[in-house]
């Protein structure tokens, strides 16, 4: 078909269904190759860009004042054809064709649309591209073609099959179809939309194919027998197949006969609208799949342009007389004279050019579902506003060389392909069309799913669309409740290798399988599942540790000697206990001070030693409780002072009881004198002082400090104080059994002084008492692990407090509360008479 014009451009459709060649002799000129199989719906894109160009020429502000022609060429689905077809447009050497009174011949053509076929085009474009003649296809998907250093000059209004991969895995992981199989057909279409998905899939690393299986070119039953049981075992239950129609059938012939039901069908563009598969006897096996389809558009009057279409009867219409004449034979089923020897005795019409379009059933007049042809659309309009912006350069700041701008009467193709590059437009329908540095159109797709009605019908319902934005990148909309679903659930299909690993747990992947092929392990204890990354768990920070089904951090449990528990309740009521015994007996010396048993054991002394002892009482106190920086700077500095100025009593009163002794004996009388009571008060300061100066260094030099240990149990934090120096803390208590070693060996020989109230030998036994408990303190003390070695400190002080009160105070107590007629001045010194 062809039309004149300032500007011709070029097109290729599938006019015819299948081609045939003559048998070529090598002796002869061969004849033309001859096509037949009318295809309506390759005759209805033909005339969409018929309708584009007619369009174009009555839009005054695109291409004013500029005619557009075109001539278009059938390809009858034979790369041969079509190649040589392609090439007659760019060289205008096809037989010569009257095209009006003034011109003859058919002129070159400066841009092509077409072809449908990425076969074709990768043929043509080799060619073409050669010459940077452009080429905008509405239908070659092949995502090979997006490679500019082999075609240069091919663009396309169709979206590349990488982004249907794309758009195909979007789908997957929308609904959580990890686990898929791959049909393709074996043909640069199917071939290079499995490397597309190999690709993708490596990367993304979510999705996995159960299978890639090639479909064959022939018929081949048991080839598809083989990959239809494949498919029938497969735990894969979403399918995905690149393939064209015609290999659909054959394939889903196995599946009816194998009775393979259950599957989830995904299908390219080449059969998402195959009403062919659309039948009773398929449905209930391809029911509810889920489709990529072509963009659909509107194109206004369009339809009024088709009903305009009428057979050339006179052979003198600007368009080619065959294909019209062709299409309208088809449509009315009649011939035109003269017509085939028997067609009128056969009972057959003669088309008389009359008929009426809009009373016949055509599928050219269908204009509900436009996709292929929308693209023929807007690559028309692409060439169009390409060569608008030439035609708007202005003198002196083109882009070619010297600022130059192209000229219609003399344009080269590789002047418009520099535009076409760079062409930015809106259609009517509102979808954007630019090329990006490859050639390609910014890609939108329609998701479509096939609904089957209870009456048994078939629709293809749009739910959803993928598109790519210049702002907003890719996007994917699916509306899942207009979605079919062929199952009996009404659900989408789980297709999975291995179900999700439940939280807690970690992917061990199986060997020699896919990566979505894996079990799962429990994570470790201290360790939780991890979200983003599965293959690992990860450790719970210092302060956590992993719940009890590893599926998030908590706090760890935390130890430390409470008043909130029975131990520390039970040390904390014996030292408020021993504390008030103190205060009690502190309050019976004071109440009695003027009787002989308290005035004769130097109440001063005895009145320090019971504040002391109340003191160490006390200091256990520290040792409860979580531990605070200045507790455990205290609680040793405490616990130390408060013991050495109890033992420096201790000492000092043994002391004066050999003083006393001394100097009831003749010539004894100076014994007391240097060893008075400022002499007692001040070596028990004296010595207590050292006690405090060691603890200054000690707290100066390595302090204690509040410690979590996390060695002792790993889902617990125990808080402990750390000594800071063990050399401070051995000379603490090295001081303190220094002084109590002095006191009990300085009583020990004193026991046996003729005394009726001997308190040496009470010294003695408290001393005694006193230092046992610390030598057993030492050992369990290092072995006992957390708040024990606290419990065991605080046991060790509570039971050497009470050891020295009891032992010291407790006989006193009894001669003054139960025994008052020994509290006599004559019952103390008689009972000392009474030995020998």
């Given at each position: 078909m062809h039309k004149s014009g300032d500007v011709v451009l070029g097109g290729l459709f599938q006019i015819h269904f299948f081609s045939v060649f003559p048998d070529l002799s090598?002796?002869?000129?061969?004849?033309?190759?001859?096509?037949?199989?009318?295809?309506?719906?390759?005759?209805?894109?033909?005339?969409?860009?018929?309708?584009?160009?007619?369009?174009?020429?009555?839009n005054p502000n695109l291409l004013p004042n500029v005619t557009l022609g075109y001539s278009i060429y059938d390809h009858c689905v034979n790369v041969g054809i079509s190649f040589r077809a392609a090439l007659s447009l760019a060289n205008g050497q096809e037989e010569?064709?009257?095209?009006?009174?003034?011109?003859?011949?058919?002129?070159?053509?400066?841009?092509?649309?077409?072809?449908?076929?990425?076969?074709?085009?990768?043929?043509?474009?080799?060619?073409?591209?050669?010459?940077?003649?452009?080429?905008?296809?509405?239908?070659?998907?092949?995502?090979?073609?997006?490679?500019?250093?082999?075609?240069?000059?091919?663009?396309?209004?169709?979206?590349?099959?990488?982004?249907?991969?794309?758009?195909?895995?979007?789908?997957?992981?929308?609904?959580?179809?990890?686990?898929?199989?791959?049909l393709v057909v074996d043909d640069d279409y199917g071939l290079n939309a499995a490397r597309s998905f190999q690709s993708d899939l490596s990367l993304s690393g979510e999705?996995?194919?159960?299978?890639?299986?090639?479909?064959?070119?022939?018929?081949?039953?048991?080839?598809?027998?083989?990959?239809?049981?494949?498919?029938?075992?497969?735990?894969?239950?979403?399918?995905?197949?690149?393939?064209?129609?015609?290999?659909?059938?054959?394939?889903?012939?196995?599946?009816?006969?194998?009775?393979?039901?259950?599957?989830?069908?995904?299908?390219?563009?080449?059969?998402?609208?195959?009403?062919v598969l659309q039948t009773p006897h398929l449905m209930p096996y391809l029911g509810g799949t889920l489709g990529i389809a072509i963009r659909r558009g509107e194109i206004p009057g369009l339809r009024d342009f088709m009903l305009q279409t009428r057979p050339d009867l006179h052979h003198n219409s600007s368009y080619g007389n065959n294909t019209l004449n062709q299409f309208w034979e088809f449509t009315f089923q009649c011939k035109f004279a003269p017509p085939p020897e028997g067609w009128v005795e056969g009972g057959g019409a003669l088309c008389t050019g009359e008929e009426d379009l809009e009373f016949v059933e055509t599928e050219l007049l269908d204009i509900s579902n436009l996709r292929p042809e929308y693209n023929v659309y807007k690559a028309v309009y692409a060439l169009a506003h390409a060569l608008d912006d030439v035609l708007r350069c202005e003198p002196g700041k083109g882009p070619f060389s010297g600022n130059s701008c192209g000229n219609l009467q003399a344009l080269e193709p590789w002047q418009l392909l520099y535009y076409?590059?760079?062409?930015?437009?809106?259609?009517?329908?509102?979808?954007?069309?630019?090329?990006?540095?490859?050639?390609?159109?910014?890609?939108?797709?329609?998701?479509?799913?096939?609904?089957?009605?209870?009456?048994?019908?078939?629709?293809?319902?749009?739910?959803?669309?993928?598109?790519k934005s210049t702002s907003k990148g890719e996007e994917i909309t699916i509306d899942e409740d207009q979605i079919?679903?062929?199952?009996?659930?009404?659900?989408?299909?789980?297709?999975?290798?291995?179900?999700?690993?439940?939280?807690?747990?970690?992917?061990?992947?199986?060997?020699?399988?896919?990566?979505?092929?894996?079990?799962?392990?429990?994570?470790?204890?201290?360790?939780?599942?991890?979200?983003?990354?599965?293959?690992?768990?990860?450790?719970?920070?210092?302060?956590?540790?992993?719940?009890?089904?590893?599926?998030?951090?908590?706090?760890?449990?935390?130890?430390?000697?409470?008043?909130?528990?029975?131990?520390?309740?039970?040390?904390?009521?014996?030292?408020?206990?021993?504390?008030?015994?103190?205060a009690i007996v502190l309050g019976i010396f004071i109440y009695h001070r003027s009787t002989p048993i308290v005035r004769a054991n130097n109440s001063e002394l005895s009145f320090q030693l019971l504040l002391s002892l109340k003191l160490c009482f006390l200091c256990s106190l520290l040792f409860i409780g979580r531990p605070r920086l200045w507790t455990c700077q205290l609680r040793h500095a405490a616990f130390g002072i408060s013991f050495v100025l109890c033992v420096s009593c201790i000492l000092v009163k043994t002391i004066v009881v050999l003083a006393?002794?001394?100097?009831?004996?003749?010539?004894?009388?100076?014994?007391?004198?240097?060893?008075?009571?400022?002499?007692?008060?001040?070596?028990?300061?004296?010595?207590?002082?050292?006690?405090?100066?060691?603890?200054?260094?000690?707290?100066?030099?390595?302090?204690?400090?509040?410690?979590?240990?996390?060695?002792?149990?790993?889902?617990?934090i125990v808080y402990e104080c750390i000594v800071g120096s063990t050399i401070g803390f051995a000379v603490l208590l090295g001081y303190i059994g220094l002084l109590a070693s002095l006191s009990f060996i300085i009583a020990f020989l004193a026991r046996n002084l003729p005394d009726s109230f001997n308190e040496a030998k009470l010294i003695t036994f408290s001393m005694l008492i006193f230092c046992a408990v610390w030598v057993a303190f030492v050992p369990a003390y290092i072995s006992s692990p957390g708040k024990y070695a606290d419990a065991v400190e605080v046991f060790a002080i509570l039971a050497s407090s009470f050891g020295l009160l009891v032992a010291l105070f407790g006989p006193k107590c009894y001669i003054i509360l139960l025994r008052p007629e020994r509290n006599t001045k004559k019952a103390i010194m008689g009972r000392g008479t009474t030995k020998t």
């Open positions: 090598f002796t002869s000129e061969p004849d033309q190759p001859s096509c037949h199989g009318f295809d309506v719906i390759g005759f209805r894109r033909a005339q969409t860009m018929a309708f584009a160009i007619d369009e174009i020429n009555r010569q064709i009257i095209l009006d009174d003034k011109c003859v011949g058919n002129p070159p053509v400066l841009g092509i649309v077409g072809d449908s076929s990425s076969t074709h085009c990768i043929a043509i474009s080799n060619v073409l591209g050669l010459y940077r003649v452009p080429m905008v296809s509405y239908f070659a998907t092949c995502a090979c073609l997006s490679d500019r250093q082999k075609y240069p000059s091919f663009f396309r209004t169709i979206p590349s099959d990488a982004f249907q991969v794309r758009a195909m895995i979007q789908i997957m992981k929308h609904f959580g179809w990890t686990w898929a199989g791959l999705i996995c194919l159960a299978y890639i299986e090639v479909l064959p070119w022939d018929n081949d039953p048991s080839e598809l027998r083989r990959i239809v049981d494949m498919m029938k075992k497969s735990t894969a239950r979403v399918v995905i197949v690149f393939a064209h129609e015609s290999y659909m059938i054959n394939l889903m012939e196995e599946v009816v006969r194998q009775n393979v039901t259950g599957l989830q069908w995904m299908a390219s563009e080449a059969w998402t609208a195959a009403d076409l590059e760079r062409v930015n437009f809106t259609t009517s329908f509102g979808d954007q069309v630019l090329f990006d540095e490859n050639g390609d159109v910014l890609p939108i797709y329609d998701i479509m799913n096939w609904l089957w009605l209870p009456d048994g019908r078939t629709i293809v319902q749009n739910v959803g669309e993928f598109k079919f679903w062929n199952f009996e659930n009404k659900k989408p299909p789980r297709s999975v290798c291995s179900e999700s690993c439940p939280p807690g747990t970690r992917m061990v992947r199986k060997k020699g399988e896919p990566v979505c092929c894996f079990d799962c392990i429990p994570c470790s204890e201290g360790k939780i599942s991890n979200e983003t990354n599965s293959m690992e768990c990860i450790s719970c920070p210092e302060d956590f540790w992993s719940s009890p089904q590893r599926d998030h951090c908590v706090p760890k449990k935390t130890e430390f000697l409470s008043y909130q528990e029975p131990l520390g309740i039970c040390l904390t009521v014996t030292s408020l206990l021993g504390t008030f015994i103190c006393v002794f001394k100097a009831s004996k003749p010539g004894g009388e100076s014994s007391l004198k240097w060893f008075g009571l400022m002499q007692q008060r001040g070596t028990v300061l004296v010595l207590t002082f050292i006690q405090a100066a060691i603890c200054t260094a000690w707290l100066v030099s390595s302090s204690p400090a509040p410690h979590k240990n996390t060695q002792y149990h790993k889902d617990k």
